[in-house]
């Protein structure tokens, strides 16, 4: 199993540059996810997605934006990059709430805007 | 929001003793799941252990237990006889599905094992 595939895992952006990071899942799950972590910061929810073609902002989604247009994938995009979207970006998945609930991570991209 | 609130940004344990990292919480619902995640130098985030806060009895895995206080909101992880691989950086999570489903992260905890 693949589990969570994020791409790029490295990336550097120039100032006003935009680009795709793309993220999959074969695990058949409802619910997905983008956080970023800054130091100090823990990590901050940018949008989820409850299913195909539904979509939701988190606490930080200015800058950004995201589509789910199949159950597997759930790419963020980043418009105009600036230097505070410097960061570790981390897609992530789950299934509705059960027992064994828990959220499935990518590796996970380094991203830096210079 | 909820909140999810680790005070300890970095601890330190010598290898084979116990440590215990803290988090406390703030939410107004009565059904939801507690988690710690394990982030070491590779950056893979990693499930330690994870809680329902219907069920009384605190959750164990090997040398993870934690320490579920519902009343207090509080969620601490202990390890017991730590290893050289229990170094990382921990995050509490907290998951409501009332709320969109969404796992609320704390700032996390440094743990550095001294052998």
């Known amino acids: 199993n693949a589990g969570v595939t994020q791409t790029p895992k490295f990336r550097i952006l120039k100032i006003g540059q935009s680009m795709t990071l793309q993220c999959t899942q074969d695990?058949?799950?409802?619910?997905m996810y983008w956080y970023r972590q800054d130091p100090g910061m823990g990590l901050k929810l940018i949008y989820y997605?409850?299913?195909?073609?539904?979509?939701d902002k988190g606490e930080v989604p200015n800058g950004y934006n995201v589509s789910r247009s199949t159950t597997e994938d759930f790419p963020l995009r980043l418009e105009l990059a600036a230097p505070s979207q410097t960061s570790v970006y981390f897609c992530?998945?789950?299934?509705?709430?059960?027992?064994?609930?828990?959220?499935?991570f990518g590796q996970g991209t380094r991203l830096t805007v210079v | 929001a909820q909140t999810v609130t680790q005070s300890q940004p970095e601890m330190s344990v010598q290898e084979a003793e116990t440590v215990t990292l803290s988090c406390t919480y703030d939410?107004?619902?009565?059904?939801?799941?507690l988690f710690w995640y394990k982030q070491p130098p590779s950056r893979q985030m990693i499930l330690v252990i994870r809680?329902?806060?219907?069920?009384?009895q605190n959750a164990t895995e090997n040398r993870f237990s934690v320490n579920f206080q519902k009343a207090a909101k509080s969620f601490s992880l202990k390890i017991s006889d730590s290893q050289l691989g229990d170094a990382a950086m921990y995050f509490c999570?907290?998951?409501?599905?009332?709320?969109?489903?969404?796992?609320?992260f704390g700032t996390g905890t440094s743990l550095t094992v001294i052998p």
């Open positions: 997605s409850v299913g195909a073609g539904i979509t």
């Open positions: 999570a907290f998951l409501n599905y009332d709320t969109g489903n969404q796992f609320y």
């Open positions: 992530a998945s789950s299934l509705i709430p059960t027992g064994n609930t828990e959220a499935f």
């Open positions: 695990m058949n799950h409802n619910y």
């Open positions: 939410t107004s619902e009565s059904d939801y799941y």
């Open positions: 809680q329902e806060a219907y069920k009384q």
